[in-house]
C-alpha cells in the first residue's frame, strides 16, 4: 500500500529545503505526495516553486500586507485544516520554525495525524531570539512522531526535552541537498544564475560581501545599525556589498534611508535560488542575521558573521564556520576588517568543516517515512 504524505511550506526558506524531500517522495512508489504551499511568502516562494519543478496541490495564499501572527495563524489553522481534511494523509511533514509549520503540526494534532519534523531540534534557549521562531520549533517538537535532526547537537537538544528517543534520527540537513543540486543545474544552464553578470563586471577587482537581513528581532534600532555598519564597510575602497533586500516594509525603509546611493553598495531585489547560490559562490564574506545562510555558505568555504545575539545553529560557531557578532555597529565592522585584513583569520572560517550535511538527507528522511521511522 502507497503512503499518502502531506507537505506543508509556506516560505521561501521552506521550500528550499522542502523540494528535495519532494522529489525524494516523488520519485519513491510507496508514497503519494500531496503539497500544499500557505504562501506566507508569495513571489519568493513563487521563485523556488518554478526552478524545482513542484506545481502545489493546494495554495491557500495567505500572504496579506502587515498580517499580524495572530491572524495569520488563525488563517492557517483554518486552512491547512481544511486540505488535511480532505486529503485525509499517513504522515503530515512540515519543516523548520515558520508559523505555517507550526499551524501544520498543530492542525494534523488536532485530527490525531502523524507529524514528522524536517530540521527539528533547533534551539537558541531563548523565545524571543529568533522570535517567534523558537517557540515554533518547540510546539512541533511536542506534537511531531518522527524528528529529523540535522546534527547530533539538535538531537540531543530534544533528548533533554525528554522526547521520545525512537522517534529522533540525525539525518543531516536538506539544505545541503538542495545547495547540490541547484549548484549541478547551473553548471548544466549557466544562464540560469547569469542576472549577476551586470554587478559583478561593476564590482570586478573588488572583495564581495553577500548582506541578508530581516529578522523581526532586528526591527528598529537593530537594522538601524546593520545600516550603519554597512555604511562604514562600504567606506573601504576594496570591497563591495551586495544586498538582496527582503520586501518586508519594516527593512526597506531603514535600508533605502542609509545606503541608497552608495557606490560601493549593491541594493537589489530578492534573488531566486539559482541567483542566491551564485551570490554565495562570488562572496568572500556573508553577512547575515538569517538561519539558513549559516548552513549553506560554510558548504561553498564562506565564513558568515552572524548579526544576531543568540543562534540556534551553535554547531557552525563550534566547527568555527560562523560567528555571532550581533547588531552593534563597532563590533560587525571591526569582525567583516578582521577576516578581510587577517589572512590566518579568513583561512581558520574558511576551511572549517561544515557539520550540517552531505547531501543525502532527503533519501534518509524517505526511507525513514517509509518504516514509519
Known sequence: MTKTILVVFGTRPEAIKMFPVVHALQADPRFKVVTCVSAQHRGILDQVLEIAGIVPDHDLDLMRPDQTLDGLTAALLTGLGKVMDAVQPDWVVVQGDTATAMAGALAAYYRKLSVAHVEAGLRSHNIYHPWPEEVNRKIIGTIAKLHFAPTDVSASALLAENVDPVGVHVTGNTVIDALQWVAAR????????????????????????????????NFGGGLENIAEAIRQIAARDDVALVFPVHP???????????????????????????????????????????????????????????????????????????????????????????????????????????PFGDGQTARRIVELLANDG
Open 186 to 217: 547551473i553548471a548544466a544552464e549557466p544562464s540560469l544564475a547569469e542576472g549577476l553578470a551586470e554587478i559583478e563586471a561593476r564590482f570586478a577587482g573588488k572583495r564581495i560581501i553577500g548582506v541578508t537581513s530581516h529578522r523581526r528581532e
Open 248 to 354: 518586508n516594509p519594516n527593512v526597506r525603509k531603514v535600508m533605502d534611508a542609509a545606503l541608497s546611493g552608495l557606490p560601493n553598495v549593491a541594493m537589489i531585489e530578492p534573488l531566486d535560488y539559482p541567483h542566491f547560490a551564485r551570490l554565495l559562490s562570488i562572496s568572500e564574506i556573508m553577512l547575515t542575521d538569517s538561519g539558513g545562510v549559516q548552513e549553506e555558505a560554510p558548504a561553498l568555504g564562506k565564513p558568515v558573521l552572524v548579526m544576531r545575539e543568540t543562534t540556534e545553529r551553535p554547531e557552525g560557531v563550534t566547527a568555527g564556520t560562523a560567528k555571532l557578532v550581533g547588531t552593534d555597529v563597532e563590533r560587525i565592522v571591526s569582525e567583516i576588517f578582521t577576516l578581510l585584513d587577517d589572512k590566518a583569520a579568513y583561512s581558520a572560517m574558511a576551511r572549517a568543516h561544515n
